[in-house]
C-alpha cells in the first residue's frame, strides 16, 4: 500500500477482554515496529521484526501482550485480559531495511485502545 | 543506555516569531538524532535527522536543527512560526542506528501558536 495501515482506528474494550490490533506495512518494508503513545508518556518501544528473524520482544510490558508477523507483511499485536493501564495509542512503523540505511521510520496512524 | 529530554511539555509563540525547541540526549556512542512531527489523529513523521557530516540539518517546512555534541543537543528551530505548525514534536536518539535497539523517543512537546 501507499502508507502504513493500522486497524481498527479506534478500539473500546471491556476490562479483561481480548483485543487484536492490525498493522500492514508498505509493501516490501521489511523491518516493522510497534510502539505504545500513552498520554504525556512519548513513545514505548513494543516489539521489533525484521524479515524472518525472530523478533526482539523485549520492550512487551507484560506476557499478556504478544504479536506475530505473518509472511513478513501484515503484523497482529494480541492484548489478552486487557485492563485500563493498556488503554493508549499503539503505533505501528516500518522500514524498507535496517534502520540505519533510511534513518526513517513510516508510521501508521495509529490504534486508539480505551479500556473501560 | 541512551535518553531523551525535552524541555516543556508545551511551548506557545505567536504566529511569526522564533520557534525554539529543545532536545537533549545521553549516548555513550555517537548517535543518530530525529526530530519527528505529530498532527492531531495522524503518525510521526519524519522533519528532519543526523547521522554523520554537517551539524546544521535542514528538514520539511522550513524546520532545522543543530547538534552540538559538546552540549549533548539537538534543538529545533524554525525563524517564523505559522498556524499549521501547531503539533506534537518528538526528539529521538539511537546510539546503534539498528532497528533491534529502535528509537528512544522523547516525552514530546506540544507546540502552540497564538495568532
Known amino acids: 500500500g501507499a502508507g502504513v495501515s493500522q486497524s481498527p482506528s479506534n478500539k473500546v474494550t471491556e476490562k479483561g477482554k481480548d483485543v487484536e490490533l492490525r498493522c500492514d506495512p508498505i509493501?516490501?518494508?521489511?523491518?516493522l515496529y510497534w510502539y505504545r503513545q500513552s498520554l504525556g508518556q512519548g513513545l514505548e518501544f513494543l516489539i521489533y521484526?525484521?524479515?524472518?528473524?525472530?523478533?526482539?520482544k523485549s520492550g512487551l510490558p507484560s506476557d499478556r501482550f504478544s504479536a506475530e508477523r505473518t509472511g513478513g507483511s501484515v503484523s497482529t499485536l494480541t492484548i489478552q485480559r486487557t485492563q485500563q493501564e493498556d488503554s493508549a495509542v499503539y503505533l505501528c512503523a516500518s522500514n524498507l531495511d535496517t534502520f540505519a540505511n533510511t534513518g526513517e521510520l513510516f508510521f501508521g496512524e495509529g490504534s486508539r485502545l480505551t479500556v473501560l | 543506555a541512551q535518553s531523551v529530554t525535552q524541555l516543556g511539555s508545551h511551548v506557545s509563540v505567536s504566529e511569526g516569531a522564533l520557534v525554539l525547541l529543545r532536545c537533549n540526549y545521553s549516548?555513550?556512542?555517537?548517535?543518530?538524532l530525529f526530530w519527528y512531527v505529530q498532527y492531531p489523529n495522524q503518525g510521526l513523521q519524519l522533519l528532519l535527522k543526523?547521522?554523520?557530516?554537517?551539524?546544521l540539518v535542514k528538514g520539511i517546512n522550513g524546520f532545522e536543527a543543530e547538534f552540538k555534541k559538546s552540549e549533548t543537543s539537538f534543538h529545533l528551530t524554525k525563524p517564523s512560526a505559522h498556524m499549521s505548525d501547531a503539533a506534537e514534536y518528538f526528539c529521538?536518539?539511537?546510539?546503534?542506528?539498528?532497528?533491534?535497539?529502535?528509537?528512544?523517543f522523547g516525552k514530546g512537546t506540544h507546540l502552540i501558536i497564538q495568532p
Open positions: 529521538a536518539v539511537s546510539d546503534t542506528g539498528r532497528g533491534a535497539d529502535g528509537l528512544t
Open positions: 509493501s516490501g518494508h521489511t523491518a
Open positions: 521484526f525484521q524479515g524472518n528473524s525472530a523478533p526482539d
Open positions: 543526523y547521522t554523520t557530516g554537517a551539524t
Open positions: 549516548s555513550s556512542v555517537p548517535p543518530y
